[in-house]
């Protein structure tokens, strides 16, 4: 379970795109062309219709989300824990946070890919609640098809 004393979740901050960044790379895109750069990060960071959140133990960042806001549906594009972070309730609050977010903000619906050969991300996101919507093929890259996962968020 996470403990506030140890990690806090915030908004990120414009100078901490190239760590999510670096993050994302090797977490999330390994064995993929880097699509989540550090420019690409800052862009996300400065647009007021997505959230960067990070999770960080004292300063250190070992975790992040990026999720964009539509007119009632939230598409989360990445999401990330330090492996050696994980177990921790780290990810759950990130995603907690969105989802109040979402709540907020009047979404009515998220939607995620994840690799299809991730069943570590599939089961988290199982016991949150999210449910396999689809299967797009050759998604990653051309190499890997993606799960579509999706979550009715009832306000």
């Known amino acids: 379970m996470l403990s506030k004393d140890t990690a ?11 760590a999510i960044a670096g993050m ?8 993929l062309r ?3 750069t550090p420019s690409k990060v800052k862009r996300s960071i400065s647009d007021p219709e997505t959230v960067v ?13 990026i999720m964009k806001f539509g007119d009632v549906k939230a598409h ?13 309730g780290i990810g759950r609050a990130l995603i907690e946070w969105l989802e109040k977010s979402c709540d907020t903000a009047g979404m009515h619906e ?35 098809a993606a799960l ?6 009832i306000g």
């Open 8 to 18: 806090t979740i915030r908004q990120a901050h414009i100078s901490e795109a190239t």
């Open 24 to 31: 994302s790379r090797l977490h999330v895109e390994h064995g």
């Open 34 to 36: 880097w699509r989540w």
């Open 53 to 65: 959140l990070v999770a960080t133990i004292d300063g250190a960042i070992i975790g992040f989300a």
């Open 76 to 88: 989360l594009h990445l999401l990330a824990v330090d492996p050696r972070q994980r177990l921790r």
């Open 110 to 144: 998220i939607r995620l890919e994840l690799r299809a050969s991730n069943t570590e991300a599939r089961e988290f996101y199982r016991s949150l609640g999210y449910c396999g919507k689809g299967v797009i093929p050759e998604y990653y890259d051309r190499q890997e």
């Open 148 to 153: 579509v996962f999706g979550k009715r968020l």
